[in-house]
């Protein structure tokens, strides 16, 4: 596939090449019970790239108010991990400098407020954005002062003149989410007062290369950023990058620095980090062409180990029913007869069902006694949180399977 199509880049406009496609996928977060599966949603995943801007994105996506709604299925606030990354980050915005006199802060994609509490429990003057009503729920009941609205440019003026302009703009794990992104750039640069700082993070392109995680590409995740895509994104409206910081969660994601042109001096990270993803093709097509390849031979190679060990009468189960595994399942076809069920922690996926593969999801006390031969860690970017609390099932016999960076049994 390397002819251009009638998709069209989301960002420059122009016709995207479609480099990979992963048939037909439902939502990766629509754990579903029987009674819904003859009428679940299915589309078509194609992954495009775009020469201009740089931007790797899918060529469909289902509307945004079909993925964030009021049964949202995904808490911030299931892994401790997680929580004290979100603490260290609110640190650093809070040492930066950014924040003058009386701050602002406002966070879109808040969740249940796992970043913007530590903003909150000081009494700073805050803001969350969070389209999904349940988890702005949690969020409010936590102090944590949210509107439960999509963040636009239209909004970004209401919030103006209810609340002045800000001093910090942070965002994680939800950028990648929007498909309207040149306007909630618009909106950004309205909300933001001359001295402000965005800072923002998400799955990074270079990691997604280098690891072949695939499953980072999934209804919600419309784009997958390099910071030559991001730069090219908010030129636009005249914001530039001032520092990039590589992170290592979920598997490899990059903290984006913005502020108004010629507002702050750039970080020599800046430089660096544009001319490494240079040299690692990230502004070519040919590179996302290869990508495909290895995308490939990883399906082969999982549903090779996995039928090898049912031929053998092993148990397998799977641990995490992640939205990332959805693309996993359906696009490997792994359904019940290989992964009896899945584990997962999170209260409102238990007792339901995988979408489109519909395995079962238990909660996690069923795996502690079910112990199964082999765990498939869909959770691989927790990978150290998870191994550090399973040294009991590890030391029994338990195996785990991960298939990032490469298809393997852990040794
Ligand atoms: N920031 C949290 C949550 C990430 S999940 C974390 O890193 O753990 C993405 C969140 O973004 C969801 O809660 C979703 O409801 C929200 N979201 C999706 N589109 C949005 C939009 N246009 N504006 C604001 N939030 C949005
Ligand atoms: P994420 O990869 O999108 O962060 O989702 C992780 C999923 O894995 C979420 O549904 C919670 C689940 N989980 C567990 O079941 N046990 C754990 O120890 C961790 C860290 C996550």
């Not at 969020?139 to 636009?152: D, K, Y």
């Not at 309207?180 to 001295?195: A, E, F, M, Q």
């Not at 980090?273 to 031979?297: C, N, P, W, Y």
Request: a negative charge; charged letters at 20%.
């Amino acid at each position: 596939m390397s002819n251009r199509s009638t998709w069209k880049c989301r960002i420059s406009g122009e016709p995207l090449f479609p480099v990979l496609d992963f048939g037909l996928q439902p939502l990766g977060n629509g754990f579903l019970l029987p009674e819904q599966f003859d009428k679940e949603y299915f589309f078509h995943m194609q992954v495009g790239f775009d020469p201009e801007s740089k931007m790797f994105q899918l060529l469909e996506q289902p509307n945004p108010e079909q993925m964030f709604h009021e049964n949202y299925a995904f808490f911030s606030g299931t892994s401790r991990f997680m929580a004290a990354h979100f603490e260290e980050f609110a640190n650093r915005v809070k040492s930066s400098g950014c924040l003058k006199t009386d701050p602002f802060v406002v966070e879109l994609g808040c969740n249940d407020g796992i970043l913007l509490r530590h903003f909150a429990k000081e009494g700073m003057h805050h803001l969350g954005v969070e389209p999904s009503r349940n988890v702005a729920t949690v969020a409010n009941e936590q102090g944590v002062s949210t509107i439960s609205e999509f963040f636009t440019a239209e909004l970004a003026e209401q919030i103006v003149k209810e609340h002045g302009q800000a001093d910090a703009f942070l965002a994680a794990n939800v950028m990648c989410h929007i498909p309207t992104i040149r306007n909630v750039v618009k909106g950004i640069k309205t909300l933001l007062k001359p001295t402000g700082v965005v800072q923002f993070e998400d799955p990074y392109l270079g990691d997604v290369l280098r690891k072949t995680s695939y499953d980072q590409l999934y209804d919600e995740h419309v784009f997958l950023f390099s910071a030559l895509s991001i730069q090219y994104l908010f030129a636009l409206e005249d914001l530039e990058l001032i520092d990039l910081q590589p992170q290592g969660t979920h598997g490899g994601s990059m903290r984006y620095v913005l502020a108004h042109q010629g507002a702050y001096p750039q970080q020599p990270s800046v430089a660096a980090i544009l001319s490494e993803e240079k040299a690692q093709g990230l502004d070519r097509l040919e590179t996302f062409q290869a990508f495909a390849q290895q995308v490939a031979r990883s399906k082969t190679e999982l549903q090779e180990l996995l039928s090898d060990l049912k031929r053998q009468g092993k148990k397998i189960a799977g641990y995490g029913a992640t939205s990332k595994s959805t693309t996993i399942l359906n696009y490997c076809g792994i359904g019940p007869d290989v992964v009896d069920y899945i584990s997962d922690t999170t209260p409102i996926k238990q007792g339901k069902y995988s979408p489109g593969t519909h395995i079962p999801v238990q909660p996690y006390e069923h795996f502690q006694q079910d112990r199964p031969d082999y765990a498939v860690l869909f959770a691989w970017n927790h990978q150290q949180e998870i191994l550090a609390k399973e040294l009991g099932y590890t030391q029994s016999g338990g195996q785990w399977i991960v298939h990032v960076p490469q298809v393997q049994i852990l040794k």
